[in-house]
Structures are given as C-alpha cells and as structure tokens.
C-alpha cells in the first residue's frame, strides 16, 4: 500500500487532513457526532509521523465536530427540500460527506486544487451521481464546467474561505448568485480579531498555512449583491453541548461567544426590494 507524503502537498491542502483526523478519531467513540467509516482508512494511507501533529484534542476536536455536524445537518435539510439537488463542496479535499449525506437521488460535485484532486481520486474514487473538478475556486471558470444548471444547487464551503482575501470571497460570491439563482450557500466565518489569533493555533503553522479573511457581520455579505440574502446565523453557543464540559462557560463571553458562524444564504433572481427579514438563529438538537 501506497503511503502518500503531506508535505508534497501545499501548505492550504494540508489542512484538509486535520478535519480528516478529527473526524477518524471521533467516529471511535459511542457518543460520535459525526460516524465516519471512510475517514480512518483513508487517514492509513500517510505517513503517521506527519499526521501526528496536525491531530486536534479537547475543545478544539469538539469544535471541529459540531461544524461538520451542522454542516451537514443543512446539506440534509437542503436535500429534504430539494430530493434531486446538487451539493457543490468548495475546497473539497478529502472530505466524505458523500457517503454520509445521500438519498439515492442527489448529485455531489467536489472542487479543489488539481493536485488535491489527483491525491483524492487515488483515495476515495467517486461513486454514482459524483464528479470532480479541478481549479480554483476564485476561478470563474468552473461554474461553467458544473452541469448543475436547470437543478437546485447548494454550495458547501466547510473550513475554506477563511484562507482567501476578501476581495476573491467577495467576486465568486457574486458570480455564484448571479449563475446560480434559487440556489444556497453555507459556510463558516469568524470575526477578523478571530481569524487573526486563530491564525497562531498550532494545527496551522505545521500546515505553514495561515487565515486571511474575517468576516464581522454577515448582514455585510448581502451588501455584496442584491441576489445575496441572508438566512441562517448558527453560533457553536447558541445551546449547551455536553463533550465540552467546562468550556461551555465560553458562552458567557461575548469576544468568544459570538466570534464564530456558520451562516447560509440564499440566491434570488435579484428582481425584488430587499427586505430587513428577521434571521433564523438555528437552535437544532442534539442527535
């Protein structure tokens, strides 16, 4: 068997091995969030050595968690809607939520860089109703190449957007709502104080790589284009979670409480006034 090097990789893609271990690690425990069968085969296929430090514990793991637990909560919830929908993952990496979130009817599009791509297609060979693109995701280019037009589409950009610029954040946000309308778009934010402090976090600076985008009011990305609405704020305190223990006092603290999101909005024909509606705070349940 094959063991593949992370650090042929560049310094972004090597991140995507640190959800990878998290979600391995967890799916070990009765209480799981997230049972992810794929994620400790595929996490065999590298050099331990290089994994072993971009392993999370305590908080950290648990917060890594109940992201991917929301995220795909909402990718399933978009699929009740909408049965025969397309999942578009942005930087997909080497994320399984294919074989997690299928109804049998569903189509997945993952994009990433091309040697991401290459590295993916050798560890997870895509199923039926699954395709891969290579390229950027700042890069028009492959909004034209999806095949999705005509269906409901939501974008997935899980542990992504926080390593670009604003600006390029900004622009495929546009074109996306402008090639995309009726569709959904979820992702995860952090105030830019956050993204900044993050930046320092251990996990990142093994990866080389660093955060370059806050965003400290989601109200804002609507100012980006009348097509833009915004309809679902989730904060990570909005309801005590149990794994967390002691941290759970972390909600009584503004600066951390409310420093991170994950937000969905929703892409119209752009033809309507916009209107101030009022934002879902998503308080879903535990499983």
């Known amino acids: 068997m094959d063991i593949f090097r992370i650090a042929d990789l560049p310094p972004v893609a090597r991140t995507l091995l640190v959800p990878l271990a998290c979600r391995a690690e967890e799916s070990k425990?009765?209480?799981a969030m997230i049972r992810d069968d794929l994620a400790e085969s595929v996490l065999a296929r590298f050099d331990p050595r290089e994994v072993a430090p971009l392993r999370m514990?305590?908080?950290?793991?648990?917060?890594t968690m109940m992201r991917a637990r929301q995220f795909d909560r909402w990718a399933q919830a978009f699929l009740d809607r909408h049965p025969e929908g397309v999942l578009i993952e942005l930087g997909c990496g080497l994320d399984t939520r294919p074989a997690r979130i299928d109804n049998g009817r569903r189509r997945?599009?993952?994009l990433d860089f091309p040697e991401v791509i290459a590295l993916r297609r050798r560890l997870l060979p895509s199923g039926p109703r699954e395709a891969l693109l290579e390229g950027s995701l700042?890069?028009?280019?492959?909004?034209?190449?999806?095949?999705?037009?005509?269906?409901?589409?939501?974008?997935?950009?899980?542990?992504v957007l926080v390593y670009l610029n604003g600006e390029d954040v900004r622009r495929t946000a546009v074109r996306m709502a402008q090639s995309?309308?009726?569709?959904?778009?979820?992702?995860?934010a952090m105030k830019t104080y956050m993204a900044r402090l993050d930046s320092l976090h251990p996990q990142l600076l093994s990866a080389g790589a660093r955060l370059r985008w806050g965003l400290d009011d989601p109200r804002d990305v609507e100012q980006w284009s009348p097509r833009i609405r915004l309809a679902e704020v989730w904060r990570y305190f909005e309801q005590r979670e149990p794994r967390l223990g002691a941290a759970n006092a972390m909600r009584f603290f503004p600066f951390l409480a409310k420093a991170n999101y994950i937000l969905r909005y929703g892409f119209t024909d752009g033809s309507s006034p916009r209107a101030e509606a009022p934002i879902k705070q998503s308080r879903q349940g535990l499983p």
Do not use: S
């Open 29 to 31: 425990r009765n209480d």
């Open 57 to 63: 514990a305590g908080p950290d793991h648990i917060f």
């Open 138 to 159: 700042t890069d028009p280019a492959w909004m034209e190449r999806t095949g999705a037009e005509g269906r409901p589409v939501c974008f997935i950009a899980e542990g």
């Open 108 to 110: 997945w599009i993952g």
């Open 180 to 188: 995309f309308p009726g569709g959904e778009w979820i992702f995860d």
